[in-house]
């Protein structure tokens, strides 16, 4: 597509050549910067799932200046997660001031799957679920796995509302 | 020209009202914070002094369709307002009365709504008998704020 810079095209055509194990990339229609991600959850976490297995939705945008600014991503998908919002907004070093152009739309993802093995109540994004998670860890735990249940695995196969 | 997602665009917007106004004339917000995909938003603007609206804070309710920010938002008055280009039985804001919007561009933001709003409640033409204060629409012809819609539980 014209005008896209060769650099997001490499990556684009990495991630179609190479995906990335349980992680889904498309673009959406008419913008080459845009992308619909579906992520597995990561195995030994509450965000698993059980039968099929959670399945996150994300959006990813690569702003103007990319790669010298990070690129914009969030969940879609309702999440229960001490670094994550209620509008699906995520705490991440390095899609803040931790970011390099050396990263890709690979490691960011990655870095997501890995932020949800691995919720960092001490700097919190959602303060009542990091404070749930620092006073009762058991029960945010639980909390986590079904929503994850509810809303990563059961609503796929959930008939759409009339 | 990059063309920012709609959905990219909003948190945007929503970080700038989230960090407030520096003229401080006007706020606004999601109206419902669990609305990940940011359809209804809730605002308020202080009337300009010196102008009919001066002390009254007037609620404004602003719905962002799938097709925003190239289509403009549906905005409306909570509060009853008497105002050139407003619907006195609806509080519904017809944008092509309202100076700066009657010509719709996708750079324009929630933010230049409302200051245009604020702009037009300073006109001249717009010194008219006002309707009591706190008064409110018909709720009947309120949007509807947190509808179920197509909101992605996924």
Not at chain 1, 49 to 59: N, P, S, V
Not at chain 1, 76 to 91: A, E, F
Not at chain 2, 77 to 96: A, M, S, W, Y
Not at chain 2, 125 to 147: D, F
């Amino acid at each position: 597509m014209a005008g896209a810079p060769k650099r997001i095209l490499k990556e684009i055509e990495r991630l179609n050549r190479d995906p990335v194990p349980g992680i889904e990339v498309s673009s959406v229609e008419n913008n080459i910067r845009y992308f619909n991600v579906i992520m597995g959850g990561p195995s030994q976490s509450p965000y698993q799932g059980k039968g099929a297995g959670g399945r996150f939705k994300l959006e990813l945008f690569l702003p103007e200046d990319y790669p010298m600014s990070p690129p914009k991503v969030r969940f879609l998908t309702k999440m229960y997660h001490p670094n994550i919002d209620r509008l699906g907004r995520i705490c991440l070093d390095i899609l803040k001031d931790k970011w390099s152009p050396a990263l890709q739309i690979r490691t960011v993802l990655l870095s997501i799957q890995a932020l949800l093995s691995a919720p960092n109540p001490d700097d919190p994004l959602a303060n009542d679920v990091a404070d749930q998670w620092k006073t009762n860890e058991k029960l945010a735990i639980q909390t986590a796995t079904e929503w994850t249940q509810k809303y990563a695995v059961d609503a796929w196969t959930a008939k759409p509302a009339v | 020209m990059t063309e920012v997602p709609r959905n990219f665009r909003l948190l945007e917007e929503l970080e700038q009202g989230e960090k407030g106004s520096s003229d401080g004339y006007c706020s606004y917000g999601l109206a419902d914070p669990d609305d990940v995909l940011m359809y209804n938003w809730t605002a308020s603007i202080l009337g300009p002094l010196n102008t009919p609206f001066e002390n009254r804070l007037y609620q404004v309710s602003l719905y962002c369709d799938d097709n925003y920010p190239k289509q403009p938002p549906k905005v409306r008055f909570i509060t009853r307002i008497n105002l050139p280009g407003v619907n006195q039985n609806t509080g519904e804001v017809d944008l092509r009365a309202i100076e700066y919007l009657d010509k719709w561009k996708s750079s324009y933001t929630i933010h230049m709504v409302l200051k245009a709003l604020f702009t037009k409640m300073s006109r001249k033409e717009s010194r008219l008998a006002q309707p009591a204060e706190h008064s409110v629409y018909a709720s009947g012809s309120r949007p509807p704020t947190n509808q179920p819609l197509q909101r992605s539980t996924l």
